[in-house]
């Protein structure tokens, strides 16, 4: 985890906290694919995800975090596959050259 995920996202130090953690994401998800900003709540989060809005906020320190962590963990993935698409692709070593420079570990 970097030094700005430290800032708006609290570290599981359980598996417990990772499956809420995880679990509340998901249901984050499901409420954005909805298309209607209303029900963008904690409330609705809550029941969705079967988490108390206290338990939301043990892990994530505002509601916005939990869709700061959304897009933090798509960017990573679209990263890697990105990564692996032009690993699979020569030139590779150029490829490790561009990602490297765009600050991508």
């Known amino acids: 985890m970097n030094d700005f995920e430290h800032e708006w996202h609290v570290e599981a130090k359980q598996k417990r906290g990772a499956d809420a953690i995880q679990t509340i994401s ?6 954005a694919k909805e298309g209607r900003p209303e029900l963008l709540t904690t409330r609705n989060l809550s ?17 916005e975090d939990i869709f700061v962590n959304l897009f933090l963990q798509r960017r990573t993935q679209a990263i890697d596959k990105i990564v692996l698409l032009i690993e699979e692709h020569p030139p590779a070593q150029e490829a490790r050259f561009l990602v490297a420079s765009i600050g991508v570990d």
């Open 26 to 31: 998901e249901a984050a998800t499901l409420l």
């Open 47 to 63: 029941e969705i995800s079967g988490y108390s809005t206290g338990t939301l906020y043990r892990y994530f320190r505002r509601f």
